[in-house]
């Protein structure tokens, strides 16, 4: 993809939280002109290695990029406690029966959303007594290291469901995933998140396929409810204002049972999964 174009959009996007942020809105908006998403799906590789530079912009030219250094931030998810509460595979603490079983998986999550959530813990945007404390206690530089560790990880996975009415209610889900409900102004929540859950960068949508489920049905509700409102204009508030208790069951359902994606597998899961 030409980098140009998701930097427009990139950083069109991303005003509102680089106004939130007024003391790294430099740093930060050099980083997002200057960083594809891409870059982070794949691996997470050091920008500007491995592709080759785009005809239109001179290499000598490319924007100096601060891209977090993945090994820095295996061994900064461990000196900075992260992975006592999001696991060290980033798949969750594996305290997911326990009534603190709201831990997010960071799995394959993209980096550029995870340090918007730091800034957003730190700056109040996203209101939760734990993570903000944690968000304090890092540096932006520790986050992107930490972040590009995290996305450079197998992507997190959900769990099969069991059973005929589990399997019913994740059905459900899928239909009102992957088309929303026009009649009751709901929209495919798959036209931002990806067909699979698989998020959009550009769009700044994470991923949210195979993330732990009451994490999952506790931000749904949030979003409903307007307990968190940090989404661009608004857009996941809107999204969910009408979904009904049920919906939010079937959603969590069906995005929590889904299985790591893998590129080779992608038509076969779409098929499964359509
Ligand atoms: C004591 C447990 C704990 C520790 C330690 C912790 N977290 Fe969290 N984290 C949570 C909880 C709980 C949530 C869910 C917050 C919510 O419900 O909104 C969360 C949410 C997050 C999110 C948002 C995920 C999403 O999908 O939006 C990010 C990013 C995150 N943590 C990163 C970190 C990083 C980086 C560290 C280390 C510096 C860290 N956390 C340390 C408990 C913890
Ligand atoms: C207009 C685009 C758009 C639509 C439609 C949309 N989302 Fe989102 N969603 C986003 C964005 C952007 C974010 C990230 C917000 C932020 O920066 O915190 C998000 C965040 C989320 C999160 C939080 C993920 C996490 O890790 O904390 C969940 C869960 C979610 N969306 C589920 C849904 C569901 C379910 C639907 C359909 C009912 C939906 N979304 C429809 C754009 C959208």
């Known amino acids: 993809m030409p980098n140009h174009v998701l ?5 069109g996007v991303w005003s509102l ?3 939130l942020s007024m003391t790294l809105s430099v740093g930060v908006a050099a980083w997002l002109v200057g ?3 891409s870059a982070w799906a794949a691996k997470a590789a050091p920008v500007g290695r491995g592709k080759p530079a785009q005809p239109a912009v001179p290499a000598a030219m490319a924007p100096q990029v601060p891209a977090g250094n993945p090994l820095l931030g295996r061994d900064k998810i461990d000196s900075e406690r992260c992975q006592e509460c999001h696991g060290a595979d980033g798949q969750g603490a594996g305290h997911a029966n326990g009534p603190e079983g709201k831990f997010a998986k960071l799995a394959g ?7 918007k959530q730091m800034q957003d813990f730190r700056s109040g945007a996203r209101k939760h007594d734990q993570m903000a404390i944690m968000a304090r206690s890092v540096s932006d530089e520790d986050v992107r290291d930490i972040a590009a560790h995290f996305a450079s990880l197998a992507p997190m996975r959900g769990e099969p469901v069991a059973g005929a009415a589990a399997q019913a209610l994740a059905q459900r889900g899928q239909q009102l995933f992957a088309q929303g409900d026009a009649a009751r102004g709901v929209p495919a929540c798959a036209s931002c998140h990806g067909a699979a859950g698989e998020g959009n960068a550009a ?14 049905d506790k931000q749904l509700r949030d979003w409903r409810s307007g307990e968190r409102r940090n989404s661009p204009d608004g ?9 009904s208790d049920a919906d939010i069951d079937a959603l969590t359902q069906h995005l929590a049972s889904l299985p790591a994606p893998h590129p080779s597998l992608s038509t076969a899961f779409q098929e499964q999964h359509r």
């Open 7 to 11: 930097s427009s959009s990139w950083s």
């Open 17 to 19: 939280s680089v106004c």
């Open 35 to 37: 960083l594809p998403p």
């Open 109 to 115: 999550q993209d980096a550029a959303y995870v340090l």
């Open 203 to 216: 769009l700044r949508a994470p991923r949210i396929a195979g993330q732990e489920w009451r994490y999952l």
């Open 235 to 243: 857009a996941m508030n809107q999204a969910l204002s009408r979904l």
